[in-house]
């Protein structure tokens, strides 16, 4: 049965506050389940009154430590002696354990080795951890743990990319991917261009921390409590390093506050170290990362050094390109492989590259090793071509848009990517030329010039940027998942899959399609904890995934029960098929109607299981990774944004004025929920761009390492006109649940706008003549430096 | 007399303490010894607001009145509590029904992973109690130290900015009275102490009070907001054996104008004076409204600014421009001197040891003065400067051959964030005294600044964006004001957009 609605105009998030009972659009819902409706975060009650519990809120089990680890100062060194007399006579401390307390592996690198759980002999980044403390409080251990003296030898370190390059420093293999031959092309075309850019890293900054409860089970089991993005791998860690199987590991986990990408490698460390304590101590220990602590020792999104050389005609039409893509991978493979590669499968962005070459780099640094962040390398990889397309513009003095427009992919032709998948579906045309219409581009371009015209010290700047991105795990064997459904006899339903909740509302939205599935009101279907004893070898809820797999699984869950209920209901009432029906919470059979609790009732009563698993896959993917051709992306989510923003031209201060976005997300299942995702993914990418600056000194440590020196998006950073809308009309053409798109991820780089108004702004001051270099994060002080340059070539 | 306990109101209920480690925070107090984990920590050190709980104190002027203030919990000392009710996000519910700035968070989907979402009720909570139809820039102002990673913040904007006009009354309005007299009653106890630990609190009341605690014990450490010490406690993991507690000295908690100036309290916080130095300097208004968040500005106090004698504070260079003065205590006997003396060296002070700051005055101004403050920093709100400028400008205009002829009769720029103490810059005043305000005398002052000052690299700027926008500064203030008139105004700056 489908309940979906078709909605004819954008909805806007203007008109979703008390939408709960009625449709964005003001229709009313066709079915109790609220597919399609903007359902209020399941947990929300719950966050408001501070009654949600997140795992520091747990109440303390008797005996509880408390976990702390001693850090490498030096980027690179080998470890000579560890005294730990002190820390191991510090006040409350109970157990002081080394990498040689480790009964099984000692290496939990999460694809490749490479991230020791406690340092072996040697330390490759300032922060790593060399040996860890239980004790009877947080503060004594984090006292403790200051106590340490460590003697190293210390050996160079590697703290730029220019120096690993210049080394061949990698983490993993450089990887090129090529369609036809873009030297030729370059150089057959009529004009040529080259430029390099810095992208910058970033910080995750949940505004919860890392944390992990580990609690000793008979048997030598462990039971971990913990924030994470992926639970599954948690509990094979937290088993090889304790060298237990697998099934004597349990973890848990309820909620997050928050992931972003942060949580989906970095939270196991430290559920394996409060595994490691608790199985020496025989307590429950907890391991909780003081902010400081968890800035240092935690991976971030890589920070990328890219270049280009690119051949066009004279309407700025791509002929040939040329990319290098250079990340900076830390000291550690980590998730780095697959990263670099979304930043090369994303250097299209929207783009028919036509010939291409893209490679890209795994530097290895001696610093924190980096990590998945929300985009996952596909922000860094956007940034060049996006650069392009502005340098393309202000040679051939076009406006940016014109360059964007004609050179994105077609529909039958030119719609190949430098991987060889087609574009399918491809409707960026529409989007833009929708969004461009709605947000007025083209009379804000010409207010925008005439006020640069009339004011000598503040400029403003206008640009419109568009998003393709491919969904799917490029790695392809974490593109499934499970859930496992439950009918009670009082009709309520227990929802648990293998996703993890961070706010992201998964939970809202599974539990919604659950509900959808039985004609049940929401209401009913009880979101649980992620178990890994629920739904076992669960993919990380990363990728921007989560709807997608756990979604279908779950639906496959409810429509199995639902037809053991319907041949229960056929066989016992005499009925076929057709005559059964769910809806309004009720089951309908024949000319009698049960309520669903009735129903569920008389159907334990007559024995049948209430109780089934769901699974799926993604279909149709494929990639051959010695070939560089496939088609690792199922389906890709597309959207666009127009930001307005003014600059100072004597500080380099500047404010984004009005942002307006149009998303496509297929058929929304819960709009409030998609648009809140659009927002907040867009607020946190133009922080990315402009105030979230990582500084790391010459001795590779982290000056940036609190809230006080690294600053996210505050709320005066919001747009103060912000518009989202979603693309109306618009179903998945892929057989998605729902025929819905991922909202995850798309939306961050919508941020990129901001970053090329700002280049607009500061291209004013030599009348649009020069693409200024704005290196990122596009702080005050490299716009001033950007004004500054180009008033020099002016003069 | 001294008694050796707190008493303070949690939520209606009365607690008195009397052996607990003085330095705890409220934070931890409520998680570990109240079990209340409704309020969360995100960063024990201030700076993202998930830990924001209310206050409600009865004011200083009308005993019968109470001033709700958010604060931030992870860096408020547990002694500071005395005589005040604390509010946490756990008891806004009345029954099951959820309070207007719960409700309307829910109602705009303001919600996602939900970790900063009680600090955001709480600040709503107590924007609300004084302002129920707050304005946009209101709330933004309300809420500037209430981080969020999910949202975006649209979505708790458009909550923060729904009207609880018709609200139904909430729990604490059906108590106000009883939560006044209760709050008098404790206001009355002779002076508060605790000990625990081995560390000692103590909050004299009267100045007499203070000076004698401080003879006792030279080396005690004196607090009032506790927004910067605490990060001792919390960060670098100190221990404080002695605190004295400021804000319940009456002499030091009190603003007063003379003819000629305004005398500020040094533990006043600021929520209780900017809108006096807005009044007389309305750049001075704008400025203190970034320094820090509402959280920090409602505990955090000029004294406190001054006396920790940071090179990046936001005061001492709009102060030193002015020519304020500040007063000095130590054993009954005061004296007064420039606050641009007070900085010696990085973190060098010239105040003695059992001296503390009774006061700060500060210049009103006369006509032909201005004042011109700017603050950059990487983002608008609760930011630390890269570079604070304060501008103090005097010209006078006279009849020279029949001419009408401008000059700047006195200057001072100040300058935070480009020395080890807030300094002006001597060469860049010589440049412009005595001259008229033009283009000319301008250059002259910006080459002069880089003969004043050497600035530093660090994570927050380079030397040479600090030097630059610096000297840019200057040129700004002379557009500014040559520009002052409403047909040939130049617009610079962009938070008027």
């Known amino acids: ?795 | 007399m001294v008694a050796n306990t707190i008493k303070f109101l949690l939520n209606n209920e009365l607690i008195e303490i009397a052996n607990i480690d003085p330095n705890i925070t409220v934070l931890q107090y409520l998680r570990e010894e109240q079990f209340k984990s409704g309020t969360k920590e995100g960063c024990a050190s201030g700076d993202c607001g998930a830990c924001t709980v209310v206050l409600a104190e009865l004011d200083d002027k009308n005993n019968e009145q109470l001033n709700y203030k958010s604060i931030n919990a992870c860096i408020t000392f547990i002694g500071n509590l005395h005589a005040k009710q604390l509010i946490t996000v756990e008891d806004l519910k009345d029954g099951a029904r959820l309070h207007h700035a719960q409700q309307t968070i829910v109602d705009n989907h303001g919600t996602q992973c939900g970790f900063c979402t009680p600090g955001f009720v709480m600040s709503a909570f107590a924007l609300h109690k004084h302002n129920p139809t707050p304005t946009r820039d209101e709330v933004l102002e309300a809420l500037a130290g209430n981080l969020c990673r999910c949202t975006g913040y649209r979505s708790i904007i458009a909550a923060a900015m729904t009207s609880s006009e018709h609200a139904e009354e909430d729990t604490f309005a059906q108590h106000y009275q009883e939560t006044v007299s209760k709050l008098q009653q404790l206001q009355q106890l002779p002076m508060p102490s605790l000990a625990g630990n081995g560390h000692q609190f103590i909050a004299p009341k009267n100045i007499d009070e203070l000076a004698y605690e401080l003879s006792n014990e030279p080396s005690s450490t004196l607090v009032a907001g506790g927004t910067d010490l605490a990060l001792s406690v919390t960060q670098n993991l100190a221990t404080i054996d002695k605190l004295i507690y400021l804000g319940n000295v009456a002499e030091l908690t009190t603003i007063t104008e003379t003819d000629k100036e305004i005398i500020i309290g040094s533990a006043l916080p600021y929520s209780q004076f900017i809108e006096t130095l807005h009044h007389y300097y309305p750049d001075f208004g704008a400025m203190i409204e970034r320094i820090g968040s509402k959280q920090v500005r409602n505990n955090g106090t000029l004294g406190g600014n001054i006396g920790n004698a940071s090179p990046i504070g936001d005061m001492p260079p709009a102060l030193i421009a002015l020519g304020a003065t500040m007063t000095l205590h130590l054993n009954g006997s005061e004296r007064t001197i420039l606050v641009e003396d007070y900085f010696v060296d990085y973190k060098k002070t010239l105040l003695r040891e059992g001296e503390f700051i009774k006061s700060i005055q500060i210049p009103k101004p006369v006509v032909g003065q201005t004042l011109k403050l700017y603050k950059i920093s990487k983002r608008f709100d609760d930011d630390i400067s890269a570079v604070l400028a304060a501008f103090f400008i005097e010209i006078t205009h006279e009849q020279k051959a029949g001419k009408r002829v401008e000059r700047i009769n006195n200057v001072r720029l100040a300058f935070g964030g480009m020395a080890a103490i807030p300094k002006r810059g001597a060469n860049a005043e010589a440049a412009l005294l005595q001259q008229t305000f033009s283009q000319q005398s301008v250059a002259q002052a910006k080459a002069a600044l880089s003969s004043d000052f050497q600035p530093m690299t660090d994570v927050r700027a380079s030397d040479k964006y600090r030097m630059t926008v610096a000297q840019n500064l200057i040129e700004k203030c002379y557009l500014e004001l040559k520009h002052s008139n409403p047909t040939d105004v130049i617009e610079t700056r962009v938070v008027n957009y």
């Not at chain 1, 300032?126 to 050996?155: C, D, H, M, N």
């Not at chain 1, 509990?235 to 060298?243: F, G, H, I």
């Open chain 1, 1 to 795: 049965m489908r309940t979906l609605i078709d909605v004819k105009k954008p909805q806007t998030a203007k008109i979703l506050a008390n939408t709960d009972k009625t449709l964005v659009n003001g229709q009313k819902g066709v079915g109790l389940g609220g597919v399609g409706r903007s359902k209020k975060h399941e947990s929300a009650d719950k966050q408001v009154a501070g009654e949600a519990v997140y795992v520091d809120d747990r109440p303390a089990l008797r005996g509880e430590l408390h976990a702390a680890v001693g850090q490498s100062t030096i980027a690179h060194g080998n470890i000579i002696s560890m005294d730990l007399s002190a820390v191991r006579a510090a006040q409350g401390v109970v157990k002081v354990i080394t990498v040689d307390d480790v009964p099984g592996h000692t290496d939990i690198g999460p694809v490749f080795p490479g991230d020791p759980v406690l340092a072996l002999n040697k330390v490759e980044f300032v922060g790593q951890p060399l040996f860890a403390v239980a004790a009877t409080s947080y503060e004594l251990a984090r006292k403790a743990v200051k106590l340490a003296k460590i003697e190293y030898e210390e050996l160079e370190a590697v703290l730029t990319v220019k120096d690993a390059l210049a080394k061949q420093s990698f983490v993993r293999p450089p990887y090129t991917m090529k369609r036809g031959d873009s030297q030729t092309a370059i150089n057959a075309a009529a004009h040529q261009l080259s430029g390099e850019i810095f992208i910058g890293g970033q910080e995750h900054l949940y505004l919860e921390g890392q944390i992990s409860t580990a609690v000793p089970t008979e048997d030598g089991g462990m039971n971990i409590y913990t924030s994470s993005q992926h639970p599954s791998e948690v509990q094979k860690l937290v088993a090889e390093v304790l060298n237990v199987p697998l099934n004597k590991v349990l973890v848990d986990m309820r909620r997050m506050g928050g992931g972003f990408g942060g949580k989906e490698t970095q939270a196991a460390p430290w559920a394996c170290i409060a595994a490691l304590l608790a199985n020496e101590t025989k307590r429950p220990v907890k391991f909780k990362l003081a902010r400081t602590d968890d800035m240092v020792m935690t991976g971030k999104r890589h920070p990328f050094e890219n270049n280009y050389t690119v051949g066009f005609d004279e309407e700025g039409r791509i002929k040939g390109i040329n990319i290098e893509v250079n990340g900076n991978c830390g000291y550690s493979p980590d998730l780095s492989d697959a990263i670099v590669d979304r930043a090369m499968f994303h250097s299209d962005n929207a783009y028919f590259l036509d010939q291409a070459t893209v490679t890209g780099n795994r530097c290895k640094l001696n610093t924190v090793s980096h990590t998945a962040y929300r985009g996952f390398g596909g922000p860094q990889g956007m940034m060049t071509i996006e650069m392009v397309m502005d340098d393309i513009a202000r040679y051939l003095g076009k406006d940016p848009l014109a360059v964007r427009k004609i050179n994105l992919y077609g529909q039958d032709e030119r719609n190949e990517t430098h991987y060889h998948q087609a574009v399918e579906h491809n409707n960026l045309s529409e989007i833009i030329e929708t969004l461009e219409q709605s947000s007025d581009y083209q009379q804000r371009r010409q207010a925008v010039k005439a006020f640069n015209a009339k004011h000598s010290i503040l400029k403003k700047g206008l640009a419109l940027t568009p998003v393709k991105f491919g969904i799917s795990f490029t790695v392809q064997h974490l593109n499934q998942q499970g859930a496992l459904v439950h009918v009670y006899t009082d009709g309520t339903i227990h929802l648990n899959h293998g996703g993890s909740e961070m706010g992201q509302g998964l939970n809202t939205k599974v539990a919604q399609i659950v509900a959808e599935e039985f004609q049940v009101d929401v209401d009913t279907v009880a979101s649980s904890a992620a178990r890994t004893d629920k739904v076992p070898n669960s993919s990380p809820t990363a990728a921007s995934s989560g709807t997608d797999l756990n979604g279908k699984a779950a639906q496959a869950a409810a429509k199995t029960i639902k037809s053991r209920l319907i041949a229960f209901a056929c066989e016992k009432y005499g009925v076929n098929a057709e005559q059964v029906r769910f809806a309004n919470n009720n089951v309908i059979v024949g000319e009698q109607t049960f309520s669903f609790a009735e129903f569920a009732q008389i159907a334990y009563m007559g024995r049948v299981s209430l109780s089934s698993t769901g699974y799926y896959k993604t279909p149709k993917i494929h990639y051959d990774r010695a070939s560089g051709k496939g088609r690792p992306f199922f389906y890709y989510a597309t959207g666009a944004a127009v930001t307005e923003v003014i600059i100072d031209t004597l500080t380099g201060e500047y404010k984004n004025l009005r942002t307006d976005i149009l998303q496509d997300v297929g058929h929304s299942i819960n709009p409030a929920i998609d648009i809140g995702q659009i927002e907040g993914a867009f607020i946190q990418g133009q922080g990315w761009l402009t105030t979230e600056e990582l500084v790391w000194n010459e001795q590779g440590r982290l000056l940036s390492n609190n809230p006080a020196t690294y600053k996210i998006p505050a709320i005066n950073d919001a747009p103060k006109d912000f518009r989202v809308a979603l693309m109306p009309d618009a179903p998945n053409r892929e057989h998605t649940i729902y025929n819905s798109k991922a909202v995850g991820e798309p939306p961050f780089m919508l941020s990129i706008s901001v970053w090329a108004a700002l280049k607009d702004a500061i291209a004013s001051v030599n009348d649009y003549k020069t693409s200024p270099v704005l290196d990122t994060p596009a702080t005050p002080e490299r716009v001033l430096f950007a004004v500054e340059t180009l008033k020099s070539t002016k003069q």
